[in-house]
């Protein structure tokens, strides 16, 4: 996969807007603010691919992304406690239609801030995808805001904070030194590039 040609390709506020899916998708899960949108911008060596925004629950839309035969999705982030509760249930049903949709997708990638216990949100989450028997991967983020003692004290929590984590794929993330990138693109290219049949 050419990692240097990924491109916007559309965003949609409401389910019934969401096209149906005609190739293999990657979906970025996660609270506000907690860097999917910085995660995008650095598997494609890009600044502004995804817009980041400083203020918690920016983006409202379903955002779509496309890089050689792979689409990438990123998901309004959950969990902002100020927004409105009609605007909470129309981002529910968003992502709701979009995880529940019938759709080639090969995996969700759920980011959880590292600094902190996953949140309630986080973990509602985790068991909607292990319920429905979605493939996930989980990317701990904000991993250079720890020093070496936080950042292995976070580690040893997490396996008693999330259920079954020790069994999970998991990336730990940074966007300033770029650590997890290699492998995050590497279980993508795994993940989405089509085998061929054995004869």
């Not at 991993?143 to 069994?167: C, G, H, M, Y």
Request: glycine share 6%; charged share 25%; proline share 6%.
């Amino acid at each position: 996969m050419n990692w240097n040609i990924a491109e916007f390709s559309a965003a949609y506020g409401l389910a019934s807007q969401l096209p149906e899916g005609k190739c293999p998708e990657i979906a970025f899960a996660g609270r506000s603010n907690v860097g999917k949108s910085t995660l995008i911008n650095k598997l494609f060596n890009r600044k502004n691919l995804a817009r980041v925004s400083a203020v918690p629950g920016k983006t409202a839309t379903i955002n779509f992304y496309r890089c050689d035969t792979v689409t990438f999705v990123d998901l309004p982030g959950y969990g902002y406690a100020k927004t409105a509760k009609t605007e909470l249930h129309r981002w529910r049903d968003l992502i709701n239609g979009y995880l529940q949709a019938q759709r080639d997708l090969r995996a969700v990638l759920l980011l959880i801030d590292m600094r902190h216990p996953p949140t309630k949100d986080d973990l509602q989450m985790v068991d909607f995808l292990m319920d429905t028997e979605m493939p996930f991967a989980i990317v701990l983020t904000k991993a250079d805001k720890l020093n070496r003692t936080q950042r292995n004290q976070r580690l040893a929590a997490l396996p008693n904070e999330i259920p079954q984590f020790e069994e999970m794929n998991v990336t730990v993330f940074s966007s300033m030194t770029g650590e997890g990138v290699p492998e995050l693109r590497k279980l993508i290219e795994e993940i989405t590039v089509e085998m061929p049949d054995e004869e």
